[in-house]
């Protein structure tokens, strides 16, 4: 009576087929798990579950490879490098990709090095009266030399103070020392590294400045020879030097480790030498570029 009265139960709610005779292969799941099975919402929920189970049951995940968590890893940690790099270093590749620009579209950058040229431009229509005449005379074609050291790239809009380093610590061979004095003289602008000649002495002429540097640290020239990365070979470099002026050429870019002293050596001619940090943000590399005179002396 019991497994009876159950059955018609089941059979009102339309959860068994209409009869006993019939099989449960007629067994519909759509129509016995959709409808509200018995009154319980749970049991509800509990057939659903199975239902998709059932139905669709959940794909199985491959694990990953060990090759590409490496790999996500190495990119992911490359790509914090580069932000923090540029991060530090906006400023020196501000400079860098400026003066990129304008190599690529092909503007002009002459640095105001001859102050007779803006006076005489402003001065195109002034004239004096001889003989009733008015006749426009020319100002004087001749350039005002700085009274400091300094080195001007045009090309690269570099105009720089040169500082001059004791060479107390470097007779003293007092290495640290040295350093210290180097790094001091940086924040006022490149330095004349020290033992070796000037402009006006024959030998190789060396200058250092910093490509970049801590954005905290104090000084205006801490990344003023990170366009330096922008030169090119026929590049002109000119150097003012107790009121002189030398003009070189560059001939020769190339990097170098910094344990290659040779760079500093006299070669037995008369040359210019510049050296900065490579790539920008780190000092794994020297950047060394080579000029040689192409005119003589301006006094």
């Given at each position: 009576?019991?497994d009876?009265?159950?059955?018609?139960?089941?059979?009102n709610?339309?959860?068994?087929?209409?009869?006993?005779?019939d099989s449960?292969?007629?067994f519909d799941?759509?129509?016995n798990?959709?409808?509200?099975p018995?009154s319980?919402?749970k049991?509800?929920?509990?057939?659903?579950?199975?239902r998709?189970?059932?139905i669709?049951p959940?794909?199985?995940?491959?694990?990953?490879?060990?090759?590409?968590?490496?790999?996500?890893?190495?990119?992911t940690?490359?790509?914090?490098?580069?932000v923090?790099?540029?991060?530090?270093n906006?400023?020196?590749?501000k400079d860098?990709?400026?003066?990129?620009?304008?190599?690529t579209?092909?503007?002009?950058?002459?640095l105001?090095?001859?102050a007779?040229?803006?006076r005489?431009e402003?001065?195109?229509?002034?004239?004096?009266?001889?003989n009733?005449?008015?006749?426009?005379?020319?100002?004087?074609?001749?350039?005002v030399?700085?009274?400091?050291?300094?080195?001007?790239?045009?090309?690269?809009?570099?105009?720089?103070?040169?500082?001059?380093?004791?060479?107390?610590?470097l007779?003293?061979?007092?290495?640290?020392s040295?350093?210290?004095?180097?790094?001091?003289?940086?924040?006022?602008g490149?330095?004349?590294?020290?033992?070796?000649?000037t402009?006006?002495?024959?030998g190789?002429f060396?200058?250092t400045?910093?490509?970049?540097?801590?954005?905290?640290?104090?000084?205006?020239?801490?990344?003023v020879?990170?366009?330096?990365?922008?030169s090119?070979v026929?590049d002109?470099?000119?150097?003012?030097?107790n009121?002189r002026?030398?003009?070189?050429q560059?001939?020769?870019?190339?990097?170098?480790?910094?344990k290659?002293?040779?760079?500093l050596?006299?070669?037995?001619d008369?040359?210019?030498?510049?050296?900065?940090?490579?790539?920008i943000?780190?000092?794994?590399?020297?950047?060394v570029?080579?000029?040689?005179?192409?005119?003589s002396?301006?006094?």
């Amino acid at each position: 009576m019991k497994d009876s009265s159950f059955y018609k139960f089941l059979k009102n709610k339309n959860k068994l087929p209409t009869s006993k005779v019939d099989s449960f292969k007629s067994f519909d799941y759509n129509t016995n798990f959709t409808k509200k099975p018995f009154s319980s919402s749970k049991i509800n929920l509990k057939n659903y579950k199975l239902r998709s189970k059932v139905i669709n049951p959940p794909a199985v995940k491959k694990p990953l490879q060990p090759w590409y968590l490496d790999f996500k890893f190495l990119t992911t940690s490359l790509l914090i490098f580069i932000v923090t790099q540029v991060f530090l270093n906006f400023s020196a590749y501000k400079d860098y990709f400026y003066v990129k620009y304008l190599h690529t579209f092909e503007i002009e950058n002459q640095l105001q090095t001859n102050a007779f040229k803006s006076r005489q431009e402003e001065n195109l229509d002034s004239f004096i009266t001889i003989n009733s005449e008015e006749n426009t005379l020319p100002l004087y074609d001749f350039e005002v030399m700085p009274t400091d050291f300094r080195i001007l790239i045009p090309n690269l809009n570099i105009n720089v103070p040169v500082q001059e380093v004791s060479k107390k610590n470097l007779l003293l061979q007092n290495w640290k020392s040295l350093e210290v004095d180097i790094q001091n003289s940086l924040k006022d602008g490149v330095i004349h590294y020290p033992g070796t000649p000037t402009p006006d002495i024959s030998g190789n002429f060396v200058i250092t400045g910093h490509s970049s540097y801590y954005p905290w640290s104090v000084g205006r020239y801490k990344d003023v020879f990170a366009v330096l990365h922008n030169s090119m070979v026929g590049d002109q470099i000119i150097v003012y030097h107790n009121q002189r002026k030398y003009i070189y050429q560059i001939q020769d870019i190339r990097k170098v480790l910094p344990k290659d002293i040779q760079i500093l050596a006299d070669m037995g001619d008369t040359r210019i030498t510049l050296i900065t940090c490579t790539p920008i943000g780190s000092n794994y590399k020297r950047l060394v570029i080579t000029a040689f005179p192409v005119a003589s002396v301006v006094e």
